[in-house]
């Protein structure tokens, strides 16, 4: 099945560090989304990311598609306790198919 | 809120039970995710369904089993519950035309 690993598994940054998260599979994607889930809470949907190189921007968060479509980055600028959650990438090999979730980077921010 | 709504919130069960969870999609939503989440864990898919068949089915058992009903509403079964079961139980919507997921809030099943 599909491989996809996230680093790291954790992060502590104090408030108004940047934070970064990144994303490998083991195939080429056909894409790959990103979800934040906070504690006790469920996955919210952020962004999804298609074409190869491709960023995107939501405020403080930017994602990133890597050229060969394998691998995938989350990095927010200045993080806010608001930010605090898990963050998880979702693969699909080709469009319709399943997801397949990572392994998952739990942020805490200290203020 | 993401329009998904499952039910119940919580359950225990004890180990050999069967467990019906539920879950209304979206309205419009003609696909549903079923995932299973550990504790500390990513979510795992379970299976899909799509126009009342299941079209995709992850590494789970055969006591993993489920439907989805005119309406788009779905169901997940357990059958033979083991202890590791104990997870969120997570379902997800959308429509066939895009590939956004709309998460419910989740059963936390407990089986002791």
């Known amino acids: 099945g599909q491989q996809v690993m996230q680093i790291p598994q954790y992060q502590h940054v104090q408030e108004g560090e940047d934070f970064t998260t990144y994303c490998n599979s083991s195939?080429?994607?056909?894409?790959i989304q990103w979800y934040k889930q906070r504690p006790g809470g469920h996955p919210v949907f952020l962004i999804q990311l298609v074409k190869s190189g491709e960023v995107k921007k939501q405020k403080r968060l930017t994602f990133q598609f890597g050229e060969a479509k394998k691998n995938s980055s989350l990095h927010i600028t200045a993080t806010q306790t608001t930010d605090v959650g898990t963050y998880f990438c979702?693969?699909?090999?080709?469009?319709?198919?399943?997801?397949?979730f990572g392994t998952g980077t739990s942020l805490t921010v200290i203020p | 809120e993401t329009g998904v709504t499952q039910s119940p919130t919580h359950l225990i069960k004890t180990r050999g039970q069967q467990v019906t969870l539920r879950c209304s999609s979206q309205s419009g939503h003609n696909t549903v995710s079923w995932y299973q989440q550990a504790l500390g864990q990513g979510p795992q898919f379970i299976f899909q369904?799509?126009?009342?068949?299941?079209?995709g089915r992850g590494n789970f058992p055969p006591r993993f089993s489920g439907l989805q009903f005119p309406n788009y509403s779905s169901e997940l079964n357990v059958n033979a519950l083991e202890l590791d079961d104990s997870a969120l139980y997570l379902c997800?919507?959308?429509?066939?035309?895009?590939?956004?997921?709309?998460f419910g809030p989740g059963t936390r099943l407990t089986v002791l």
């Open positions: 195939t080429t994607l056909s894409n």
């Open positions: 369904y799509y126009r009342e068949e299941e079209n």
């Open positions: 979702a693969v699909q090999e080709w469009a319709g198919n399943q997801f397949y």
């Open positions: 997800a919507s959308r429509k066939e035309s895009t590939d956004t997921q709309y």
